[in-house]
């Protein structure tokens, strides 16, 4: 049945090609931050990588991640040796440009390799559906403008993910599942937020008798501990020995941040502060006192800490609270069902949509935490699919405000829309209806209507209220109607998945 479908290779090839086309489009301050980042660890010692801070970009990865961008620059000193200079900020010859462009590309490959070992995992009458999914995520427009517009390295990393929860489909790689994730906790530290699922499974899965908890498997414990001990003291064993560990805290969890990220991602957070915004004019009709400083902020809906000025100020002490009470939610599941590998992938779908739309600072990219895993289970049945809908919708479209440039809107818009109506298409046929069909979480309509609204909100956000308003008035306004009615898809995707988790 795959052979319907264009093969895994191919579509790489394509859209490769039509990556390669993109080498000169706009690149955000990204871009700068992986230049100062392959200078930093070309040019000083690695002492010194994380005391550097001559560029506002200092290094925050962890050091596995600076690590691969050492590898990186050692190939870039033949390419442009002026890219690899600390005090060249800024610098972005045409070398430069092509040399960082292709390496996301290359690196990606990865990914592929991780979907071509997801498709081969599954049983024969499941291949098609993990064919389509697969491809899914291989043309995922968040992909597509993160990485090869805006300028990141998620393919790359999330092939290693995709690998790691692969490999936890069998017993004889579970081992394998808790090192890789391990390699990849080392390397970007937002993988943080899928731990608890992963530490739930290994230790019932893996580390206890599945069948008696009370029964430990001391041999499977230590192979585990060791190797999992053995990943993070290679990462931060030197950093330790130095005392710099202080030193790394500081740089990869930067709590003095606000709230909100520059933009509001689509969360929970994103509808109290649209919820507050509009209470601000009829707030003394009801009595309600008006944080007049909060009306100063330049963080209406754009940059910096976030101040509310009708509703509570919130905590990152709360939003930590809030994050792991739902994200515990699933884990009980997970734990009186350690063999079934949709219950794991489920699992770490809701930590990723806990810390997503509970969590303090989270950037509106990390919405890929939760469409990646998702996609892996979302043709299971139509329930699933149901629930996968208005999140491809809302997420892809939350991504748009990243790319504001004129030249890309065509581009990114286009891509997004012909995904959407493409793979939506296909997932809507390949799903199966389940053997105990019940109502849909999410209507097959409504969710064609939501989808529907998001057209003329993205011509809004886009064109017409600078046609309107101009450039400099009201600035906010377009971002916070795209973070809102994004945050309501995510938010009822998010229930609606839960429904559909715990009523199997």
Same mark, same amino acid.
């Given at each position: ?51 550097? *801070? ?9 050091? !596995? !991640? ?22 060249n900020l800024g610098y972005d010859s045409w070398q430069t440009i092509y040399f960082q462009r292709a390496t996301v ?14 498709? *081969? ?7 098609? &559906? ?63 937020y899928l731990s608890l699922a992963y530490f739930v499974f290994l230790l019932r899965s893996y580390c206890l008798d ?33 005392g710099q560990m202080l030193q790394l805290k500081d740089r990869l969890f930067p709590f003095s941040r606000g709230l ?33 400083? =909060? ?11 976030? =101040? ?24 009980? *599941? ?19 949509? =806990? ?22 289970? &979302? ?32 581009? *990114? ?28 979480? !999410? ?8 989808? =529907? ?52």
């Amino acid at each position: 049945m795959t052979e319907l479908y264009p093969s895994l290779a191919q579509c790489a090839i394509a859209a490769g090609a039509l990556k390669v086309l993109l080498l000169p489009a706009y690149k955000s301050t990204d871009f700068e931050v992986h230049r100062n980042w392959l200078a930093i660890t070309h040019s000083l010692p690695i002492k010194e990588w994380y005391y550097e *801070k001559s560029s506002e970009w200092t290094l925050d990865y962890p050091p !596995f !991640f600076a690590a691969f961008e050492w590898l990186l620059s050692q190939a870039a000193a033949y390419c442009d040796p002026a890219m690899l200079v600390v005090k060249n900020l800024g610098y972005d010859s045409w070398q430069t440009i092509y040399f960082q462009r292709a390496t996301v590309i290359v690196t990606e490959l990865v990914l592929v390799y991780a979907l071509s070992r997801f498709i *081969k995992s599954v049983p024969l009458p499941n291949k098609q &559906a993990a064919h389509v999914a697969s491809l899914s995520i291989l043309l995922s427009p968040g992909l597509f403008i993160i990485d090869h517009i805006h300028f990141q390295y998620n393919g790359f990393l999330y092939g290693i993910l995709v690998l790691s929860i692969v490999l936890a489909r069998k017993k004889s790689t579970l081992l394998y599942s808790g090192i890789l994730f391990a390699i990849i906790l080392c390397l970007k530290h937002i993988y943080l937020y899928l731990s608890l699922a992963y530490f739930v499974f290994l230790l019932r899965s893996y580390c206890l008798d599945p069948k008696n908890v009370f029964r430990p498997r001391f041999g499977n414990i230590i192979k585990l501990g060791s190797c999992v001990v053995g990943v993070f003291a290679i990462a931060f064993g030197p950093f330790a020995l130095w005392g710099q560990m202080l030193q790394l805290k500081d740089r990869l969890f930067p709590f003095s941040r606000g709230l909100c990220h520059a933009y509001w991602a689509p969360n929970i957070w994103a509808i109290y502060s649209f919820v507050d915004r509009v209470l601000i004019p009829i707030a003394p009709r009801l009595g309600l006192t008006v944080n007049h400083e =909060a009306l100063k902020s330049v963080t209406r809906g754009l940059v910096g800490d976030t =101040a509310f000025a009708v509703l509570p100020e919130v905590t990152s002490g709360q939003t930590f609270l809030l994050t792991f009470v739902f994200q515990l939610v699933p884990l009980i *599941k997970l734990w009186f069902r350690p063999g079934n590998w949709e219950t794991f992938v489920g699992a770490i779908t809701l930590c990723g949509y =806990a810390s997503f739309l509970f969590g303090w600072h989270v950037h509106e990219k990390a919405i890929l935490l939760v469409i990646i895993p998702f996609s892996l289970i &979302a043709l299971k049945d139509r329930r699933y699919f149901s629930a996968f809908r208005p999140l491809a919708v809302a997420g892809h479209v939350s991504l748009f405000p990243l790319i504001f440039t004129t030249a890309e809107f065509p581009l *990114k818009t286009a891509y997004t829309i012909l995904w959407l109506i493409l793979f939506l298409f296909v997932f809507d046929r390949v799903a199966p209806v389940p053997e105990r069909p019940r109502r849909f979480v !999410f209507d097959r309509y409504i969710s064609l209507l939501y989808l =529907a609204v998001s057209i003329p909100l993205i011509a809004y956000c886009s064109l017409i209220h600078q046609i309107i308003f101009g450039f400099e008035r009201l600035q906010f306004l377009p971002l916070m109607f795209m973070s809102s009615y994004c945050a309501i898809g995510v938010l009822g995707s998010w229930i609606g998945f839960m429904v559909v988790y715990f009523s199997e």
